[in-house]
């Protein structure tokens, strides 16, 4: 394996990590599972232990209703037909 490989698959795991863990904390997958995927984007064997780390999931947000939002302010854009001063 080269040090081009190494990099590539850093960034592979940089970039699909942040989904893995979403889904984990969502409870779509186990912590079993989540090690399994992310040795696998690593190009690594995950260690076979009799005993895997006990992960915690991260809190999920509150979800903010539509009603909630301020309203976007679109007085500054500018439309086509119109030519800033």
Known sequence: MTEKDNA??????????????EIFDRGGIDENELLRLVYRMAGEVQPQTARHPT???????????????????????????????
């Not at 590539?8 to 863990?21: E, Q």
């Not at 909630?68 to 119109?82: F, I, R, W």
């Open 55 to 85: 992960m915690q999931k991260r809190p999920l947000k509150a979800a903010v209703p539509q009603s909630a939002k301020p309203p976007k302010d679109n007085s500054s854009q500018v439309t086509g037909d119109q030519v800033p001063a």
């Open 8 to 21: 590539s698959l850093a960034l592979a795991v940089s970039r699909a990590y942040p989904a893995f863990s």
